[in-house]
Structures are given as C-alpha cells and as structure tokens.
C-alpha cells in the first residue's frame, strides 16, 4: 500500500455511512449554507461514547503529532440536532461549537464529522446487513489472538481480516503468550498472505509492537482472554486514569466496556482499545470483499462461473486447492463464513474440527 507525503498510508476512498445510503443525493444537499454558521467549530477527536455523551479531545486529531500548548483539553459534547441520524464514533474528527472549556458541568455540540479515512465495521451476526461502525479513522487493525489458553481461532482471525480489508485498514497479527505455545503453525498459515505478525510473551519485552504503533492511530481486536487489557495497560502505564478522567467528564460513573476508549501512547500514536468480543458479524460485507480478503482463494476464483457463491459443485475453488495453491483449511474457513451468511450455525463462537479445543 502506498503512503502519503506524511507517511500515512493511501486510502482506496474515503468512508462515510453516507456513502452507502445518501451518496445520490449528496449534491444537493445545502451544504454550503450550512458550514458558514459554524466556521468557528472547533477541531476535537472523539475518544469515547457512553450513551449519547461523546467524550472530545480538543487539541488533537489522533494522529500521533503533539499537541501545542498544555496538551488536549476533555469536553463533553452531544451531538447537534442537524446532524440527524449520523452515527458518531471513536475516532471521529469532529467540529465543536457551544462551550469548549472542558469544565466542570458543561456541554458541547458536534456539529460537524469530518470525512473519515476508514471506517471498522461489525454487524450483530452474519445474517444482519445492518453495519455497526465501531471505529473512525484507524490505519492500522491490530488482531490479538493468544497462541494458548485460550487457543487460536484462525476462523476468527479470518474473519478480522474480511473486516479489515473491507475497511480498508492495515491488518498486524499480534500473537501473545508465546512462552506457551509456538507460533509457528499459525505464522505458517498467515505469513504466505502478507499478513504482517509479531510474537509477544507474558511480561515479555513489547519494543517491536511499540515500534509497529509508533504515530498511527491502531484499533486493537481481539476475544476476552487474549491478553490484550495486559497488554493495554503495558503500553499505556495510566491507561486505568486516562479511563477515569474519560469517566470524570461524562460523569456518568465507570467506564462500561461495552464501547471503544482512545488511548495515547507515551511514545506517541493512539491506541483505540474495543471490548473483547465473542464474534465478529460480517453481515454487511459484500461477498466480494470477503474473498478478497482471502488472497489465497481470490486468485482461483477467477475461473469460477459468474456469480458463483463458491460453495456449490460448480466452484473452481476445490480444484485449485486440490492443486495445492491453497491450504483446504482456509477454503473451509471461507466456505463456513459465506454459509453463516445465510444463516447457518455461527462459526466464529463454535469449535471447529480444527479448533476442538476452542471451547473446551
Ligand atoms: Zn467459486
């Protein structure tokens, strides 16, 4: 992928949730008469959301540079009426108008979302077309899988890596708890496609990872017991008080884990940290964008007749892993996503013939 004057990796377009719906209508809509009243929003980041209160960073955009003066000023804002429907998330670079202090007891409006980079999205299970935006403007998805207890999910890491290639960011494997279990047959397995990866062990030394997040903005995934709140609170020593101020603001009690939280990292560059979850729904994915994401299969599928599901007799697929282009176990993992697409069994929270000991 090509990069930017500012080192930034290029982006295929930009993300909107307009794009999908709106895009026809977009250039006539009142845009022009609109911005004016609010040229002197003031630039902010969001870098929490708890039940309509978005917690904004005045001061910086995420990007890793440092912030002039005393550093980034919290402000608790509310979405202005205007922007209607728009989801706001972590990660948004937004405008602000209203009272922008960050003191005590005071709100702001967001009255304007900047275009968005990228955009990671999940739906609640497969069959679910409607697309959840977890997180704006990430460059790079890092994939936390343990290579032991619990044991990896390859299917799950497949499926991360549909939903990073669909949002059009940067997928790194961080394999953790390598002083228990080799990382080799997973390495094996996601090398060949140019998946960039990096092992970490309990307590171990973390320099190639904070070398790998150093000035971007990096959206970590990965299920519960990965290890990846170990490691968050190891990258970001006070990542307990950055959530606590966080909490302070929108005075609304704990920080639930139940959205994504930014996180600045001492070295520089951001870290969105996401609750574990227990699947990853792809529903929102067109079917192209899923086997692109597997580079292995996509390069056989070109001999598959036209609108071909890839899962019927007709499917070129067989053949060319039978030829040995392609392991078998990641056709079956293609073939088990686009079946739960229409409804089958869920496979990312199932053990599989590969994986009997997920569950266990
Ligand atoms: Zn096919």
Redesign the pocket.
């Known amino acids: 992928m090509g990069r930017d004057a500012g080192g930034r990796p290029l982006r295929r377009r930009e993300y909107d949730e307009e794009d999908v719906r709106v895009r026809p209508g977009k250039g006539s809509r009142p845009r022009t008469r609109r911005r004016p009243a609010h040229e002197d929003a003031v630039p902010a980041a969001v870098v929490a959301v708890d039940r309509g209160r978005y917690t904004c960073l005045v001061g910086t955009d995420l990007t890793g540079l440092p912030p002039d003066g005393a550093g980034p000023v919290a402000v608790t804002a509310m979405r202005a009426r205007e922007l209607g429907r728009k989801g706001i998330v972590v990660g948004d670079r937004v405008g602000l108008v209203g009272d922008t202090t960050g003191r005590a007891d005071t709100l702001a409006r967001i009255v304007r979302v900047e275009p968005r980079t990228s955009m990671l999205r999940r739906s609640a299970d497969d069959t679910d077309e409607v697309e959840r935006p977890i997180v704006a403007n990430a460059d790079q998805l890092v994939i936390v899988a343990a290579l032991a207890d619990p044991p990896p999910r390859p299917r799950m890491i497949d499926r991360i890596l549909v939903a990073a290639f669909d949002a059009d960011i940067e997928p790194l494997l961080c394999l953790t708890k390598a002083d228990l279990a080799p990382p080799d047959d997973i390495i094996a397995r996601y090398e060949p496609l140019g998946v960039p990866h990096l092992v970490v062990r309990r307590g171990g030394d973390l320099s190639e990872l904070r070398a790998r997040l150093d000035g971007r903005l990096s959206v970590l995934v990965g299920h519960s017991g990965v290890g990846k709140s170990t490691l968050v609170n190891a990258l970001v020593p006070d990542a307990g008080r950055a959530v606590s101020q966080v909490n302070a603001v929108t005075g609304r009690g704990r920080h639930t884990s139940s959205s994504a939280v930014a996180l600045e990292l001492p070295g520089g560059g951001w870290i969105i940290d996401t609750p574990g979850v227990r699947s990853f729904g792809l529903g929102h994915v067109v079917i192209d964008n899923v086997l692109a994401a597997f580079p292995d299969l996509a390069e056989g599928?070109v001999h598959?007749p036209k609108g071909?599901?890839?899962r019927g007799d007709d499917?070129?697929?067989d053949e060319w892993v039978a030829k040995g282009n392609a392991a078998p176990l990641r056709l079956a993992s293609l073939r088990r996503l686009l079946a739960s697409r229409e409804g089958a069994p869920d496979d990312a929270g199932e053990a599989a013939p590969d994986e009997v000991a997920e569950n266990a």
Do not use: R
Request: net charge neutral; proline share 0%.
């Open positions: 599928a598959c071909c599901t890839h499917c070129s697929l």
